[in-house]
């Protein structure tokens, strides 16, 4: 029977909240190899100490990058995200809308009175109405996934 691989919880941590850094092998810098409290593997490290060490170190911005396996306009980016947000800046963030932003609490409510009335009634059909009414165009599917999500609330 094959061995199982112990999973490294700081690593599953580390996946889990999207703080892996996909290219730890291109981090060259000599902390990183020497310490073991320095770790390729952690995104938010390896960002902040590419910005301290052009900061504070002085090496150069191209310098910084290219050791760490960033750009110049990543570095930029990530500099600008440590300044406005502190360290807080350096945790990736969920990409998109966060919520259905066309939807509003009156549209859903529109949309969920004429499903009730007749729940043969097609997404299609449901969005052309919010159109007329509202003058708001959303996407069949985008309907679809609300109200699903209100029977699932009802439940």
Not at 37 to 66: C, N, P
Request: aromatic share 6%.
């Amino acid at each position: 029977m094959p061995r199982r691989r112990r999973q490294d919880p700081k690593l599953d941590a580390l996946r889990q909240r999207g703080t892996l850094n996909p290219r730890p092998e291109r981090v060259r810098d000599v902390l990183f190899g020497q310490s073991a409290f320095f770790d390729a593997k952690d995104l938010a490290q390896v960002k902040y100490e590419m910005i301290r060490r052009a900061q504070v170190d002085g090496v150069s911005v191209a310098g910084a990058a290219d050791t760490f396996g960033f750009s110049r306009p990543s570095f930029y980016a990530a500099q600008a995200a440590l300044t406005r947000e502190g360290l807080a800046g350096l945790l990736p963030r969920k990409r998109g809308p966060r919520a259905g932003h066309k939807l509003t609490p009156e549209i859903l409510r529109f949309v969920g009175e004429l499903r009730t009335a007749d729940p043969s009634r097609a997404a299609a059909s449901l969005v052309r109405l919010v159109k007329a009414r509202f003058g708001v165009t959303v996407h069949p599917r985008t309907v679809e996934r609300a109200l699903a999500r209100q029977e699932k609330k009802r439940r």
